[in-house]
């Protein structure tokens, strides 16, 4: 059974039919300052993908950043100026560099993308859902080992890494909690980043 309910409307998917209400605690948020576009001082994308190990259930696509630990693709709008700051542009930007190119997502799509809020200390982080067909982490392998892009901001991640969604939604059910460590989809056990734990805290009680 999909887990999302996903309309396949081309070579990149864009529809979730299921309701990801927006989630902002209760706390003062920040109204705009160097570090923040309208509050948010954060963007990035988790991408969910069709399993290729088993049939019907999704797989999250996360990315090794230079602490060691997987999380989504994603960074901050400090140091962008005008429309570059806004949450779905700073996202788009986040994919394509941490992908090393091979994810695209224009911010127009994630504009229209469901969408969760992390808040904290009066800013907040904006992470973008979007169901993408035909993801290759060895895409990404080849261009990071054969493919030399200038920039230190796409060498920022060392690895990609699919884990099955599944999984993830039938422990949570069972304790109600996301652990430090996941399993990936070829059974390692893989550290994660606070912010996708705080991500993955507000997606899976709505799945």
């Known amino acids: 059974m999909l887990l999302f309910s996903i309309i396949f409307t081309s070579n990149t998917t864009i529809a979730l039919t299921n309701d990801l209400a927006n989630n902002k605690m209760a706390t003062a948020i920040c109204k705009g300052c160097k570090v923040c576009c309208n509050g948010v001082a954060g963007a990035g994308v988790l991408v969910a993908t069709p399993s290729k190990k088993i049939s019907g259930d999704m797989d999250l696509i996360l990315v090794m950043d230079q602490s060691g630990t997987y999380n989504d693709f994603g960074g901050t709008a400090r140091d962008r100026h005008g429309v ?3 949450p779905h542009n700073v996202a788009s930007s986040e994919i394509n ?3 090393r190119k091979t994810i695209q997502v224009s911010g127009a799509v994630l504009t229209a993308s469901h969408f969760v809020d992390l808040v904290g200390r009066g800013h907040i982080y904006r992470c973008f859902i979007v169901p993408i067909q035909n993801v290759s982490c060895s895409a990404f ?3 990071k080992n054969h493919i030399v892009i200038k920039g230190h901001q796409f060498n ?3 690895r990609m890494t699919r884990f099955p969604l599944g999984a993830l ?5 069972k304790t109600n909690l996301v652990p430090d460590h996941i399993t990936s989809d070829s059974g390692e056990s893989c550290k994660i980043n606070g912010r996708i734990q ?4 507000l997606l899976l009680p709505r799945l």
């Open 169 to 173: 939604v039938s422990k949570f059910k």
């Open 156 to 158: 920022e991640t060392t």
């Open 198 to 201: 705080g991500i993955l805290r």
């Open 141 to 143: 392998y080849h261009s």
């Open 84 to 86: 570059d700051k806004e």
């Open 97 to 99: 560099e941490e992908s």
